[in-house]
């Protein structure tokens, strides 16, 4: 069955298959929060996005091979209630950004600055620092050598806008600034969207948008 991204709290991750990349994922409770493993095809290493929540059935997605590291895209507590529990059963190094880590109670092995680069195996992600839903919010672009790339976003971009910025008209400008220079501005329109909760879209189905967004103001 092809990838759709459909997937629910309870039931089975779905996988998207690429060419030197496998991305698996699951809805995980009680704010349906989206987790991501990510699997090298090379070399096998494994490295998660996210570690929401339900560290039962992250483990599980994991399996035996482990992972090399948990990124945390930013500080709220709905993304990173597993990731204690998921780096003790792994030894995982922890990654977030690094206006971001102080407000996220494990400690962060390795501080993100925009632009760094994210190994898992042989597969390269490169962080983009996206401030308005936080300070330090991150999102990873997988240049797919293969194919097009795959954007994930975190609470920063979802489909039908940007990530809440709880009516402050200035965190608004600043994240839909960093959005469209950061993300819609350098990707083509084929780029898949994985957003931190709820289904995948694509760069080219939310760019026409961008005009109402910035006039509505959320």
């Not at 496998?22 to 409770?29: E, R």
């Not at 204690?84 to 501080?111: H, K, L, N, S």
Request: hydrophobic letters at 35%; one cysteine or more.
């Amino acid at each position: 069955m092809s990838y759709t991204g459909r997937v629910t709290v309870g039931g089975p991750a779905d996988a998207h298959e690429l060419g030197q990349l496998i991305i698996s994922k699951a809805a995980v409770g009680p704010m349906e929060n989206n987790a991501y493993l990510l699997r090298c095809r090379r070399t096998g290493e494994q490295l998660l996005v996210d570690a929401a929540a339900e560290p039962g059935t992250l483990l599980s997605l994991i399996g035996e091979d482990g992972i090399a590291g948990v990124v945390t895209t930013h500080r709220h507590g709905d993304h990173w209630q597993a990731l204690d529990a998921v780096v003790r059963a792994t030894g995982a190094r922890t990654y977030a950004g690094r206006y971001d880590a102080e407000g996220i109670p494990v400690p962060t092995d390795v501080p993100v600055e925009d632009g760094d680069e994210i190994l898992v195996g042989t597969c390269r992600l490169t962080a983009r620092h996206l401030v308005g839903h936080t300070p330090g919010s991150i999102a990873l672009v997988y240049d797919d050598p293969e194919g097009h790339p795959h954007l994930f976003t975190g609470d920063c971009l979802f489909p039908g806008g940007v990530g809440n910025t709880r009516g402050d008209r200035e965190a608004f400008t600043r994240l839909l600034h960093d959005v469209e220079t950061k993300l819609f501005a350098p990707l083509p329109d084929e780029t898949w969207v994985y957003p931190g909760h709820g289904a995948d879209t694509t760069l080219g189905a939310e760019r026409p948008h961008l005009p109402e967004w910035r006039e509505r103001g959320w």
